[in-house]
């Protein structure tokens, strides 16, 4: 396996090389600056109305990690790898919508009434129904966890998305308020053994053209 920790990938080799590693080198320590950096990148995700339903726990710690294991079914990458990141989608990210548009008007990018246009919209879609506030987290904070891998690959570290876990016992350990859903798992770390090989659908197996 190369050394990528220096080099930057291209984008069509982070993509042809990221896989979902299961072996890691449990001795390897990420440092905090590789990490910010990667989670600024999976926060420049794009997002409805750009919402940013996301929140990134970062578990870390080792005695945290340890007890992540048995929620997570016992899958030993959760304490080999180097940090785990839990990807929490916000259920109520409409209250980003008065402070991040009255910004814009501050900037001078949108006007009073488009601000107000926008968030009114916006409120008026999440009171619909709390299932718009459930689909909407569940949406966008995928985007922002597969950003979050490839930003991790184009870094040179391995990941490994993971919805093998207890969402209600993860909840418990780490005191997540109820604001906040669980989405994913996501390892970050070096591997020790590549991935097994994953096979796709073809292209044209995966495409319709044009309606059904
Ligand atoms: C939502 C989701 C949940 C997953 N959960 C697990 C998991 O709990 N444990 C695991 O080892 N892999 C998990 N995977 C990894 C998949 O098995 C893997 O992405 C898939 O086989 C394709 O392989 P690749 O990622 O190496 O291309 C998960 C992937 C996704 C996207």
């Not at 072996?23 to 989670?39: Q, T, W």
């Not at 910004?103 to 949108?110: D, E, F, L, N, R």
Request: with cysteine; hydrophobic share 40%; proline share 6%.
């Amino acid at each position: 396996m190369a050394n990528t920790s220096t080099m930057e990938h291209s984008f069509t080799a982070v993509v042809n090389e990221r896989h979902a590693v299961k072996h890691y080198d449990p001795n390897h320590r990420i440092s905090r600056a590789d990490l910010m950096e990667i989670l600024e990148m999976a926060g420049k995700a794009p997002s409805s109305w750009n919402l940013q339903h996301w929140k990134f726990l970062v578990i870390e710690d080792p005695g945290k990690k340890q007890a992540l294991l048995p929620i997570a079914n016992n899958q030993k990458q959760v304490v080999d790898a180097s940090v785990v990141v839990a990807v929490l989608g916000d259920l109520e990210a409409h209250r980003h919508a008065e402070p991040l548009y009255s910004g814009a008007v501050k900037a001078g990018a949108i006007s009073e009434e488009l601000k107000n246009t926008l968030v009114g919209q916006i409120q008026g879609v999440y009171k619909s129904s709390p299932q718009v506030g459930r689909d909407e987290a569940i949406r966008n904070a995928s985007l922002a966890a597969m950003q979050l891998m490839l930003a991790a690959k184009a870094k040179g570290y391995d990941t490994c998305p993971m919805g093998g876990y207890n969402p209600a016992k993860l909840v418990e350990e780490f005191h997540i308020p109820s604001r906040y859903l669980p989405i994913m798992l996501v390892t970050i770390g070096k591997a020790l053994k590549p991935a097994y090989s994953s096979p796709r659908f073809k292209v044209e197996e995966i495409t319709v053209w044009n309606g059904f």
